[in-house]
């Protein structure tokens, strides 16, 4: 005697609804993994670009940090600085340092343009007040020290890199598209066109792009 055809559909039903119990249990399972592989992605963007103890450590910046003074030269109390306009690729370069008793601060500016036409490298040296550089770099330091770092992450923005020396501490961070790098990289903008009035510079706000005027 065959199996009653009332039977035969419950068994279709079950197994119906083993299958979407399968499938759902499936796409929950693929949820949370991709969610867990999104929560390492941003920690280890975050941790990339961090404000945190050390000098810069982004190879990429290589070429600029060996044409800038280096840390030990602007000890005490310096700043080195790297801004780059991906989309007009120009690079701009800036080391300061204040010693004891000096009345300014002095430092080199490198300005390494593509847009509008490529420019030879070019590298002026700077002076900003005492008064002024203080200002500077108090602001700069209440602004990124304990900067946990960004998630965000694109390539097509301005891409900035910092490094503080304060005695024998050295902090630094880097990363693109992030608020607190724009912030401070506007700041610098603002006391370096004032310190370094004589060369073409972009406008405060833009984020070292360069104006199409």
Known sequence: MGTPRWRRGLNRIGFVGWL???LLLGSLLAIIWMRVQQHRTEQARMALTAYRSGSIQDRRWLPYLEALPPGRILAPDGLRFIASAELQ???YALA???QPGWPTANGIL???ESWPQPKPRARYTCQMPAAGYRALTAAL????DGFAGSPDFVTDGTS????????DRVTSGSGNAITAYHQAGDLILR???A????TRLPEPGSEWYLSER
């Open 96 to 98: 300061l340092t204040l």
């Open 160 to 167: 900035y890199a910092f490094e503080r020396i304060r005695g």
């Open 20 to 22: 979407l119990a399968a």
């Open 191 to 193: 006391y370096t066109r």
């Open 141 to 144: 330091d209440k602004q990124l």
């Open 195 to 198: 310190a370094c009035s004589f």
């Open 110 to 112: 490198i300005v390494d």
């Open 89 to 91: 690729r120009n690079v």
